[in-house]
Every structure is written in C-alpha cells, then in structure tokens.
C-alpha cells in the first residue's frame, strides 16, 4: 500500500506544470478529470499524514502547487468530484429515507446462461457489452451543473431517496460543466476490498456481512450519511436517461463518452457485433475473476438508440437489452448431515450440510434445502454424493443429488422443544412445522432483547448466534444461556465461530452476571416495562423482587408514571408459574447489585425526543439513559406533552423539528442540554 501510494505520488510530480496554466495536463494524453482523479488522492494522503499523524510526505509548497493546480482544473472543467479536498461535504442525519416514484419506470432485464441466444440477440447490430454490476442500482439528477436528487430503484416504480448519501460517494462528481437537466442511471457498488475491510471490524460473526451487495444496500441507505461516507461506496454509470439538448448523434456509445467528460465513471465495455462477440467474452471471462467489484454476468446494449427503443418493451423486459449470466461452477461433495433449523414462525428448515468444495473462489460447505418437498424431490440421504453450485456466484445450492438413496428421516420432534412435529402444506409445498406455541424459536426477539446493551449487555450474542444455538437445543429458557460452555466443542466447530469467539462470548457473560435489578426486570420482555419504568418500580419497591413478584396492580398502578396498564402486564407475568421457574433459573447466576441512586432528580416531570447525531454521547441510549437517571422520561415523538427536543441540527427542515414548532416545544442542541441542565457529558 505505502509503496502504491509512492508511486502516485511520484507520477503527480512528474505530470505536475503550471497550475495557472490550461493546457492538457503532462503525461500521454490523459484528460483534465483523469488528472484531477489522480491529483486527489495523493493531497488526501498528504493532508491526513499532515494533520493527523504529525509527519510530512511533501513540502508545503508542493502541497499548495497541486491544490493549486486541482482548483485551476475544477474551474477550467466545471466538474468536481465528491472525494476533493477543496470541498467540504457536510455529514447529514435524517429520520426516515422519503419515498418517489420514478419518471419512468425502471425494468428488468431478459436474461440467459447461452451465448448462442446472446449471439443471436446482438445479431447484426452494434452493441455495448459491458459488466452487469451486482450492487444497488440508482438514478441521479442533476440541475445547474448540481448534483440534485438520487432515488434508489426499489421496486422499479417507486425508490427512497438518498441523494445525501450519494454526496459522499467517493468517486461522483456533485458539479458538473453540463447545466441543463441530466438524468441518468448506474450502480453503486463496493469493492471485494473494502468489504473484506469492513468485515474484519465487525468481531461478531453472525454479524458480519454476507456479500459486498447486501453491505452497499445497506450503506447507501443509512439515515446518516457520516457512516455511507466511510464505506466507500462507489458509483458507475450505465444508462444515459436524458440530457436536454445534447446530440448524441444516435449512440450510446457516445453517451458514455460524454458522461466520462463530465466526471463520470462508466462501467466497462467493449463495442461488439455476432462475430466479434467470443473475443469479448473471453476477456471478460478473465476478467471477472480479478475485478475489484462484484458482478453476476454482463449486459448487451443495441448502441443504436434509435433502433433500440422502436423496439419498445414487454410488460417485463426492454427489448434494446440483454443480460448474460456466468453459467454455475458446479463441484462434487459428500452429504454428512442436514441439520433441521427452527424459526420465528414455527418453520422448521433442512440446511444440508457436505463435506466442504471451493465454489467461486470460497470454501462453502452448507446450502439450504428450503423445504421436506425439495428434500423428498432429491431423494437425500446421508452419505449421498452431491453436485453443489452458487446461483450467481452467492447463494450456495444443491444442484443434484448423484446418489439418491431417499434415506433421509424427516423428524418428529423440534430440535429447539423437544416437541412433536407437524408436515403441512404451503403454497403447494410440504413443510415441516413446530406447533408449539412456547418453542423457543419462535421467542428469538425475547432472547435478542435479553442479550441487549440495556438489558443483560451480553457481546457476541447476535439474534443470528442465538438462532443457531436455539435451533441446535442449547438454549431454552434465559438460564440456558449462561450454561451454554457446556457446548464448548459444538460451537467451536460452528461455521465462523472458532475459539477465538467462543473465549469472548465467554467472557462477555462473565461480564454479564454482575447486574442490576431493572436491567433484569427490563430484560424478561414483560409488555410495556422498559428500562426507566423498571427502574421506577425498583426504586419504589427499594429492589425487593420479592416483593415486586407479589405486588398486586393497584399497588404498582398507585407508582407515579406508571398506569394500570403496564401494573396490569407486570402482575400477569408474574403470576405465570413458568415464568418464575425460568426467573429462578436465571437468578441462580446473577450477581445482583444495587444501582447508584442519582439523588438529585432535575429533570423529574420532563419529557425528551432525541433526534439526529450526538457529538458528547456515544448514542441515544447514552443520553437516555443519562436523562432517566435524572428523573426525566425520553419518547420516541413529538407530542404535547414534550418538554424538549434535543436535536443538533436545531434549524434543521426535519419532521421532528416542524412537528415540534408547530406545537411550541423548545428544540435545544446536545450542548445546551447540558448547559442548561448542568449534566455530565459521558465522553
């Protein structure tokens, strides 16, 4: 990496001239907007070593000589570019992504594994064929030479909006020298690179992502776009929709060429015909096993616009296009066990799992079967010999079964219960379902809310990670959880696990058995106890459970800010002899200590809406919490009964902020809560 970047840097200074001067810039004949992709880098690289390592990689003047020269070519192109160091993108939160149709709707593309029926498709014509991208698509607009809106495609008709999102994109330009109204179309993707990257972040493995397309949806749709900004999404243009008064004298070649002009990064293509088509798929069939970003195949574009759209479309498929998916790299393996995985909704799935095949460049070794139909239809048994594949590239699947012995027995008792099975029949396949109702799996957001931070603050228990262990029976009521080291060696060898997290799950319920009363109470899920009103009736009941366990609801209703409603939930849970048999369980590893008692309770009677990014808290529940301490209740809207909103973007247009002015509530940033309040930042 310190040797790449080198080099750049040294062929910045062989190419740099006169930064007052117009001319094309040094070296064999790149263009301004290549010039200024490479010149901005090198500055980034330069100013972070600067001001944030204290070390210097340039002078000062050379520094000042590029920028220079940077702002000399912006201003002589008219483009700049999202990642430049002569601006500033301001980071933005909001609450909710809106929702636009799109100007014309966004359809899919006919598909096929033949190139014989691609052939056929580009036939006489002369045709793009370039990569078929595998992130999440989007349409940009742009008005005055400014980046003015960016819609996801959605469903094809209507998209969200993420044009703040977009503004961070690292390689999009937000001002471009064309100033009528543009439109056009592209993917945003994430490199193999930084998805490797990001993944080596996450220590949870269940949490990790899946595949650098799930982790771009994800990043381009956050609500805040300081977080889009450090994934390094990238965008790459591939349909030119509109662009008032430019002739492109009927090509779409030449849409790309003049979209690259104006700063623009276009997907890659190579101008084929029928006869010229198998050079081209030989070099991106090459190709597609060292690019950067992840791509499912390729597309074919009749580069005749004219021709093309008289072609018109079906109620699915444009007919101007064609796409082409890799054929399936198929592998042979050997069927160990299927493993039976309760869900939420009773469902319980057959995932097959083989002796482990390299598959696309990883090592898989479990695909699921999804249903008792599919396992009957490939007559599986254990031992059986299987043909394995990834369907475009990512999901793994069985594609046949060689041996089919049929000996597989489908079970009559849940792994997660120990209860009786039933096979039913679902949109015309047979499934196989748990009916009983307090079957752990079917608890999942129960125990997922136990092992939260406000809760028993349990690291390394995902909902995934608890899913798996429900579904393998080690996990049955909260107690369970704590004793699970006696599945040390079934875990260690689960898909991702490893000792390394097993030693830290570990520690974290070590961690987790000193804790207080109302994060216990919190933590069984009654209906409408949350941690502040957990806290209430602790105090009240000066943390006698006891006590609490055999309080009728007149006496819990009686506690100030607490109804009949939540005394009635809490009652009623407690009367269930189940419940207090698991509540036993669990006590029988806790460590039980009383919470500090803030005595001065200064925002006793107040109501708090927290909104947007904190600079002084870590989160929301920081602050939350810190506010419930104090006496003070937090809600999640805006209502009469508001005393504050706290959000640091007081002059924001956000519906919060409207909602709060329309009903006269103060909006107060972070830093004059504590001010005013003369509370204690937790950083």
């Not at 690292?170 to 490797?196: H, K, M, Q, W």
């Not at 254990?382 to 060689?402: F, R, S, T």
């Not at 809406?609 to 209740?633: D, P």
Request: glycine share 6%; net charge negative.
């Amino acid at each position: 990496m310190e040797e790449s970047m080198e080099k750049k840097r040294e062929s910045v200074r062989e190419n740099t001239g006169s930064p007052e001067d117009n001319r094309e810039p040094a070296g064999s004949g790149k263009s301004p907007v290549d010039r200024m992709k490479e010149l901005i880098p090198v500055l980034q690289e330069a100013a972070k070593a600067y001001y944030q390592e204290d070390r210097e990689i340039m002078s000062n003047k050379e520094y000042d000589d590029l920028y220079s020269e940077l702002e000399s070519l912006e201003k002589r192109t008219g483009i700049v570019l999202t990642d430049s160091p002569t601006v500033t993108v301001g980071y933005e939160a909001v609450d909710a992504l809106p929702k636009e149709q799109h100007e014309s709707p966004m359809l899919s593309l006919d598909k096929t594994k033949d190139r014989e029926a691609l052939r056929e498709f580009i036939g006489p014509h002369r045709t793009l064929l370039s990569w078929k991208m595998d992130g999440l698509t989007i349409v940009l607009t742009y008005e005055n030479g400014e980046l003015q809106k960016a819609v996801t495609r959605g469903n094809g008709i209507v998209g969200e909006v993420v044009t703040n999102n977009a503004k961070v994109f690292v390689n999009l330009p937000l001002r471009i020298s064309f100033t009528r109204r543009l439109v056009l179309r592209g993917e945003a993707v994430i490199t193999y690179a930084d998805f490797e990257k990001i993944n080596e972040t996450i220590e949870d493995v269940d949490a990790k992502y899946k595949n650098p397309r799930n982790l771009c949806s994800g990043s381009v749709r956050q609500l805040n776009n300081e977080i889009t900004a450090k994934r390094n999404v990238r965008f790459y243009a591939f349909a030119l929709v509109s662009a008032e008064g430019v002739d492109f004298e009927n090509s779409r070649e030449k849409q790309f060429l003049w979209l690259k002009c104006q700063g623009f990064e276009t997907v890659e293509y190579r101008v084929v015909q029928a006869d010229t088509l198998d050079e081209a798929m030989e070099y991106f069939s090459q190709a597609v096993a060292k690019n950067p970003f992840p791509s499912d195949g390729l597309v074919a574009l009749y580069d005749d616009i004219a021709y093309g759209e008289s072609l018109g479309s079906t109620a699915k498929f444009p007919r101007n296009a064609y796409a082409f998916k890799w054929a399936d790299e198929q592998r042979e393996t050997q069927l160990l066990r299927v493993e039976w995985s309760p869900s939420r909704t009773g469902l319980i799935n057959p995932i097959a799992v083989f002796e482990p095949v390299e598959l696309e460049g990883t090592t898989v070794e479990r695909a699921s079967v999804h249903n008792v139909s599919i396992v009957k239809e490939l007559q599986l048994g254990i031992g059986d010999h299987l043909l394995v594949y990834k369907a475009n590239m990512i999901i793994p699947q069985i594609a046949e079964n060689l041996t089919r012995s049929g000996k597989l027995e489908i079970p009559a008792l849940c792994p997660a219960c120990g209860k009786e099975t039933q096979l039913r029949k679902e949109n015309d396949a047979e499934v196989l379902f748990c009916a009983n109702p307090e079957c752990p799996a079917k608890r999942i957001k129960s125990f997922a809310l136990f092992a939260s931070r406000d809760a028993m603050n349990i690291d390394g228990l995902s909902e995934a990670t608890l899913e798996k262990f429900i579904a393998r029976g080690f996990i049955r009521d909260f107690g369970d959880i704590f004793e699970i080291a006696k599945y040390k060696e079934q875990i260690i060898e689960m898909e991702g696990f490893g000792q390394k997290s097993f030693d830290n799950l570990m520690a974290s319920l070590e961690n987790a058995k000193e804790t207080s009363l109302p994060r216990v109470i919190y933590s069984l899920g009654i209906p409408n106890v949350g941690l502040a009103n957990a806290r209430i009736i602790c105090r009240y009941f000066d943390d006698d459970l006891d006590r609490i366990r055999t309080a009728d609801s007149s006496e819990i209703s009686a506690i100030e800010s607490i109804g009949p409603v939540i005394a009635g939930n809490l009652t009623s849970y407690f009367q269930d002899e189940q419940h207090n048999r698991m509540l036993d369980h669990l006590l029988t590893h806790l460590r039980i200590v009383k919470e500090e008692k803030d005595e001065e309770q200064s925002l006793s009677g107040m109501v708090f809406v927290i909104t947007g990014s904190l600079a002084h808290f870590e989160n929301r529940n920081e602050l939350k919490n810190r506010i419930e301490a104090k006496g003070g209740k937090v809600t999640g809207s805006v209502t009469g009964k508001t005393s504050f909103l706290i959000n640091n973007d007081t002059a924001s247009g956000s519906a919060k902020n409207k909602k709060a002015k329309e009903l006269g509530v103060p909006i107060i940033s972070e830093e004059e809560f504590l001010s005013r309040f003369e509370i204690e930042e937790q950083l």
